[in-house]
């Protein structure tokens, strides 16, 4: 917000002493966006305090709720009704923006599932505030191996730090040939560990993952979560998500009731780091900093000799952290993460890019009266000079956007997340573009795919929304019924081209109009050869 505007004013209003939040932010800001912050101390779920705010005139609202307070979930709802309340009519139309923090995964789970009533958000009718849920462990868990790892400020390789790609094969046939896999290692079933697996799930689909072949024979991502409380939280989280094992076909999960340094469990990071088709990542979420320190930086050195990346959480930045970032020998594929000043961010917050793909989908499937399959293509060749048609478009995106349902908002969010995997297996990465927008086309894969590599995306595509509508918790079904989440296409994508292939173009424009998508976020690709 202070890069947007410097003379923006912050106002703060929480439970906490008003003078022990000023000293956290003394700690962590400059001195330049420090003063533009101003502390209120209050009861936040008051509408005589939050008054005092002047909330009618703010650009946008951030409800954190207050630490530790019992329920701080439920009562941020509350508060996005009392925001509604104080901020009125809006005259021109514009609604304001609130970031409601949810701090339970579950709580969060079941808030992307459900629409809110209308007289939290509206005004006589009409809505004037625009409600945008969001999970600080989630956020963190994105940047670091989604599209939006591109505009991290830390590097992270991606779990397919050997891209699998497609290539092409004596024969000239192209496919997917090798034998590598990825595998992820979660320490700590906690919050951070649980947003990591949902992510993981949601964006691990590769090439190479050939359902036409016997079951024994496909080339599987493993993900395995360690804790040495496991079997106390295992059942709580099948509950939540009860169709994983049975409905992500290209994924493993393990669940492992054990501690990361019993004999047992080094010996399997040992064979697991020495195996040359294995792309190992070990996560180390537990909470306490020093001892995820500790445990990150004293695994079997086989993990760090076959150069496996390693993850290791810290809530804060500090000196200890960023000397391990910086160092070149030993560990120099171990990187920290998860300092919650980046949980939040406009970028990931603001969903410009998921509009887009839902704009996409409108004008295709829909809408008959706005069929147009080359609409982004279109927007696009207008984004250079913001012609009268960009505007029109851009304005027709927004408005379906603001009409969507939540749940439909989070399917369109959550596929952008996996846009790196499918630039990778093409040899491509992403970037955020330094050029003018008329030029962002240069860098593009605009040659004509051939059917066999688009066949292999596709399919990729239909396994990453199989796992997405399951972790939403849909299961399958014969009929759809959207008021009890069923779906008759969650299926194998062999399954599906025999039963019903008219379906597979839908997966096919998910791919083909991606370029478009990324060029009109900002975003360029580069040849992964050429960094």
Known sequence: LYNECSSARILLMSGIEAATVRHRIQSALPIEIERQVLVYFGNIESIEELQRLNIASASEVYV??????CGRDAKNIAIVHLV???????????????????????????IQKMNLPPEVFCIEGKPNIFFRPFNLHENLARQLW?????DSERYYDPLDYRPISITQQPDGSWNATSQDYVHLVIVGFNRMGRSLLLEALRICHYANYDDRLPTDERIRTRITLVDREMESQKDYFKAQFPYIESQIDDIEVEYCHDDICSTAMRTRLQQWAQNKHCMLTVAICVHDPDLSLSLGLNLPHEVYQHQCRVLIRQD???????????????YRYVKVFGMVDRGMKKNILQDKLALYVNYLYDCCYTDESLKQKEVLRKMYESYGNHSADFILMNHQAQYLWNKLSEPLRWANRYQLDAYSVFCRTLGYGIKRSERSPARISESMFNENLPSQVLCLLVRMEKYRWNAERTVAGWRRAEVKDKVFLQHPLIMPFNELLQKYPEEVEKDADVILNLPYVLALGGYELYKLADQ
Do not use: H, T, W
């Open 316 to 330: 804060f930045n500090n000196d200890l952290s960023s000397i391990v970032d910086d160092e070149q020998g030993r």
């Open 146 to 150: 989604s599209l939006y790892a591109a």
């Open 64 to 69: 954190l709720g207050d630490e530790e307070r």
């Open 84 to 110: 509604s309340a104080l901020r009125g009519k809006c005259p021109d139309g514009k609604v304001m923006p609130v970031y409601v923090q949810f701090d339970s995964i579950p709580s969060y789970s079941n």
